[in-house]
């Protein structure tokens, strides 16, 4: 019990007497996030006993749906949680220091969170485990991408422990690991769409590029919304150096948001001159599609947030809030106009055959959207359980500072003098400046 | 930097008798071979490949077939009614669910042909030589079998993800839940080739000969003798993916089949003689 309390008083964290002073209305939301992850946990667990193939939308045409967008949508917020936090924790970047620890936690979360989804796609997940370590394919870019994933995740723990261990140098290792990690990983993710060249729609080196691209967007997006929620919910955690913080994301956001956009209309153009491509691209333009491309992925993802971040100026907090929220939407429908619209054109439909004249309808069944939404509310719960249980991920509380610590004035952690140190020698130590 | 002025019109006509029969076979050969594949993209080749043997496309010329047997399906498409008896066959035989299917029937229809008005194409996998799903798979579950080429499923390690459902150009897998792991085509190995049968399921039901099974390294076979002539167009589905496919399509109307089979030669002139 006393380990406990001096991890706790260690890692700044409340732990479990957080939650108990927490609002009703706090417990509620979280209430309801739990109960639906049990819900769709249930659903999905229904849908592995009864055979997937009776439940699910997808079919042997299109048999990556729902399931395997959300997972996309997951991992790409993890990667970009990654790769923005790293911005400061590994290159140095000072303003971008204060997110490093909430950013690293939900990057943990969401990657969790995909892990949740992608349980309930895969047939047999408990297979994985085995024949993904003893028979290997190397040149397989689906195993490239677990197995990296997996030590992804693995970096980024040790990684956070040490950030909670406030030791600089060894988080800022195992952040750079990470981060190649994450890179590598993701890169593969987008190859295994892009490496397939019977689906003209994904094949090319534009998936792996776009994805690192988008995740960076994504992650800064995601910082942006978490931050300014956790602000809502408490107050205490905005402060000098977290608004500057704020203000260097929402910066790089912007930049990463045109990015994106050059990166759409360069997807659009080129397909709408290519013959296998076109029938895609049309029906994102005027059809079937239109309202996910042009509402979702356009307006909501990219249109809005860009000028909403602007006018922010980076500082209007609640608009940063609803700009970002908003665009995580039209994120998961960005991720959606991937992985579906690459399906829709038969294999079969050059041969000018009968059975692949039409595009291949999908519409997404209960128990994908509930399988979905167990791991969407995973994260949801585990980012409203950390925000209070954790402490708000701040360190900075005077009653918190032990023994012998100091609160560094250029990350806002604490660090510790060695004997005969001033906290200047302490922080060029510990931030390797010399 | 100086060009010499030549004039192509002063030039002596060298002739073509100073051409070795050789140089000519080897220039014919290349325009054929920029022509046929390049015109139509489904040409195998016009030039002669015999004993050279070939893959899918006609610039893709590999020494000889890497298996043996080497089992290959030629399907003479003219020749198919869509009595669908392969497909039952093949279910039957492979205990495949209603749900799924390794093979079926795909149908073409035409406006304004003077002959006909439909065409059926039948479609299964084609046990690719560079197999997409074979390198798309994280557990090696999916495998090209390294004495027959037949592309096979270890059932135990698929991990169900899909990717080789996606991968493959020929739409040729489907999950199958009763064995827990993708299910395809694999040239009825399983169920009748490693018992000792010669033909597949469908190829045996088949009651127009439309699908010719064998194999493809021994000269006197069937398909070996249909993939292997200059009278009839021999193409492959989808060659731009490079996949190197085992399942020659032809039109393969009776007659110019019987001809093929009777081994009879066509007359060329012979330029050594000439």
């Known amino acids: 019990m006393e380990i406990m309390v001096n991890i ?49 939308g997808v079919s042997r045409e299109l048999s990556w749906g729902l399931l395997i967008s959300a997972y996309v949508f997951c991992v790409v917020t993890s990667t970009g949680l990654c790769i923005i936090s790293s911005i400061g924790h590994v290159f140095g970047g000072e303003a971008f220091m204060p997110i490093a620890k909430r950013a690293v936690f939900m990057s943990i979360i969401f990657m969790l969170g995909g892990f949740c989804i992608i349980f309930f796609d895969i047939e047999n997940p408990f297979r994985m485990a085995i024949y993904n370590v003893i028979s290997p394919n190397l040149s397989s870019n689906m195993w490239w991408m677990g197995t990296l994933y997996g030590a992804y995740l693995v970096f980024m723990v040790i990684e956070y422990y040490f950030l909670l261990e406030q030791n600089h140098s060894l988080s800022r290792l195992m952040g750079f690991f990470g981060l190649m990690v994450g890179i590598a990983a993701h890169s593969n993710l987008g190859a295994v769409f892009g490496m397939l060249h019977g689906r003209p729609f994904w094949y090319g080196p534009y998936l792996p590029i776009y994805f690192i691209f988008s995740a960076g967007m994504s992650g800064g997006c995601a910082i ?4 300014t929620l956790a602000a809502r919910i408490n107050p205490e955690i905005m402060n000098q150096r977290m608004e500057r913080a704020m203000k260097a994301v929402c910066q790089v956001t912007i930049f990463l948001i045109s990015t994106i956009i050059f990166f759409t209309i360069w997807k659009i153009v080129t397909g709408m001159v290519s013959h296998d491509k076109s029938l895609v691209i049309m029906s994102m333009v005027n059809g079937d599609y239109a309202v996910n491309f042009w509402c979702f992925e356009v307006f909501l993802g990219m249109v ?19 700009a970002t929220g908003l665009m995580m939407i039209g994120i998961f429908f960005m991720r959606y106009d991937i992985v579906i619209p690459g399906q829709m054109v038969s294999v079969y439909h050059s041969l000018g055959v009968e059975e692949a004249r ?15 939404l167990f791991g969407l509310s995973v994260i949801c719960f585990a980012y409203f359980a950390g925000e209070k249980m954790l402490n708000g991920h701040q360190l900075e509380k005077h009653e918190i500072v032990p023994e012998g610590g100091y609160i560094c004035p250029g990350c806002g952690a604490i660090h510790f003098m060695e004997e005969g140190e001033t906290e200047e020698e302490a922080m060029r130590r510990h931030h390797k400046i010399w | 930097m100086k060009f010499p002025n030549i004039d192509m019109n002063k030039l002596k006509n060298e002739g073509t008798e100073s051409v070795t029969v050789k140089e000519r076979r080897n220039f014919l050969k290349l325009g054929f071979a920029i022509t046929g594949v390049y015109a139509s993209g489904k040409i195998l080749s016009l030039s002669s490949t015999y004993g050279v043997a070939h893959a899918s496309e006609g610039s893709d010329f590999v020494e000889k077939y890497p298996y043996n047997p080497h089992y290959s399906m030629v399907i003479r498409q003219s020749l198919c ?78 991990i169900g993800c899909k990717t080789c459902m996606l991968a493959c150009p020929y739409d040729a897998r489907y999950f199958s839940a009763e064995r827990h792991a993708i299910d395809k ?13 010669t033909q597949t399921g469908c190829s045996s039901a088949c009651p127009t000969g439309a699908r010719t099974f064998g194999n493809m390294t021994d000269p006197e076979n069937i398909v070996f003798k249909l993939v292997h002539q200059l009278e009839e167009t021999v193409w492959v589905l989808r060659p731009e993916d490079g996949t190197k496919p085992n399942v020659f399509y032809m039109k393969g109307n009776m007659e110019s089949v019987d001809n093929i089979l009777k081994g009879q030669k066509f007359k060329y002139s012979d330029p050594a003689k000439s």
């Open chain 2, 81 to 158: 009614i869509d009595c669908e008896k392969c497909v039952d066959a093949c279910n039957k035989t492979n205990h495949v669910p209603e749900y799924g299917y390794r093979t079926r029937i795909l149908t073409r229809k035409y406006e304004g042909q003077l002959d006909k008005k439909v065409e059926f194409i039948p479609v299964l996998c084609n046990h690719c030589n560079d197999a997409p799903c074979v390198r798309a798979c994280p557990t090696k579950a999916t495998y090209k079998d390294p004495v027959t080429g037949i592309v096979r499923m270890e059932s135990k390690k698929c």
């Open chain 1, 224 to 227: 942006l919304f978490v931050t």
């Open chain 1, 358 to 372: 039409d595009l291949i309808k999908y519409t997404p069944s209960f128990h994908e959207i509930m399988a979905a």
């Open chain 1, 304 to 322: 809005l947030p860009l000028f909403l971040l602007i006018r922010s100026r980076g500082n209007n907090f609640p608009m940063i809030m609803w």
């Open chain 1, 8 to 56: 706790s008083k260690r890692w700044g964290y409340h732990g479990i007497d957080a939650l108990k002073k927490a609002s009703p209305g706090y417990l509620m939301l979280m209430g309801s996030f739990a109960l639906l992850a049990l819900a769709g946990v249930s659903v999905g667990l229904h849908g592995m006993i009864v055979g997937y193939h009776h439940v699910y």
């Open chain 2, 185 to 197: 085509c694999d040239f009825c190995w399983e169920e009748r080739l490693s018992k000792g049968e």
